[in-house]
């Protein structure tokens, strides 16, 4: 999966297992247990994030189940189920998002989270704020849908953590569904 971004060198995207994925046109159809990783470090991503101490990350997904849990990872910048810098994730039918500042543990807890019913069969467009007074928000659709004061830098990220879609490196907390577009921006939009 290429990034498109023009921005520095290329964070381009590999697919562990292609059989549990299908192209369709405009996206990426994850069917099965796999996860779409960086060879290296998200160093772009975290460098530009850590010199603002600003995030938006934005999704363009469509949920092909309900149940998911863990939080099943749509997109995320970590090490493991226990140490991340970001993480959007989905558990059940909502959203929760994980990230890690001073105030926030290394797992990103506590989460803003979003216990909204999520849209059967629809794509949804998903934005992740943190701004430099500390508050993240979450966004389904353009509606404001939480809010948490979150506080604190990103001084503690980690430098070495790769960027993951459709699951946790650790290959345990997989997300079935499609994607559209992921994208990290190192302002709150």
């Known amino acids: 999966a290429n990034d498109t971004s023009g921005v520095g060198s290329p964070l381009t995207l590999f697919i562990d297992d292609v059989g549990d994925t299908t192209w369709k046109p405009g996206a990426l159809e994850v069917t099965g247990n796999t996860i779409i990783e960086s060879t290296g470090a998200a160093s772009k991503i975290i460098n530009a994030v850590k010199a603002t101490n600003e995030l938006s990350v934005e999704a363009w997904v469509l949920v092909d189940d309900f149940l998911q849990s863990g939080p099943a990872r749509v997109a995320t910048i970590s090490d493991g189920t226990g140490s991340r810098n970001f993480t959007l994730g989905q558990v059940g039918d909502g959203y929760e998002c994980r990230l890690r500042t001073t105030n926030t543990s290394e797992n990103g807890l506590p989460p803003v989270f979003d216990n909204a019913v999520l849209a ?62 992921v994208a990290f921006y190192e302002r709150a939009l």
């Open 120 to 181: 059967v069969s629809q794509l949804q467009h998903i934005v992740y704020t943190f701004d430099t007074a500390g508050l993240g928000r979450l966004y389904v659709n353009g509606v404001e849908v939480a809010e948490e004061l979150v506080a604190g830098d990103f001084s503690t990220w980690s430098n070495g953590y790769k960027l993951a879609l459709a699951n946790e490196l650790t290959g345990n907390r997989p997300w079935l569904g499609e994607l559209h577009l």
